[in-house]
Nanobody, 114 residues
């Protein structure tokens, strides 16, 4: 598995989590990075993307202002800081490269209780 997401868990509404994604392949630093999520019974959707240089590139409307995306190129890692979590944020969260996707890893489960 080249993409390993971690940091998920159970949190109450209004709480925070920080997700990490470790990429074991190469190259990493030249790729646009992205976080996605898939809720039960729904299609996978984009959450946020980040440029190779580390600038947040886009956010889905449903997370704008609550989530931040970052990366550490020397560590081959992506991060997603999630604040003010809502029950509707409950999903499996994945990372990948939006412009050059590779096989999906298992993701990390985030459950937000009301």
């Amino acid at each position: 598995v080249q993409l390993q997401a971690s940091g998920g868990g159970l949190v109450q509404a209004g709480g925070s989590l920080r997700l990490s994604c470790a990429f074991s392949g190469r190259p990493f630093s030249i790729r646009l990075g992205g976080w996605y999520r898939q809720a039960p019974g729904k299609q996978r959707e984009m959450v946020a993307t980040i440029t190779p240089e580390g600038r947040a590139n886009s956010f889905a409307d449903f997370v704008r202002g609550r989530f931040t995306i970052s990366r550490h190129n020397a560590k081959n890692e992506l991060y997603l800081q999630m604040n003010s979590l809502k029950p509707e944020d409950t999903a499996v969260y994945y990372c990948n490269f939006p412009t050059k996707e590779i096989p999906w890893g298992p993701g990390t489960q985030v459950t937000v209780s009301s």
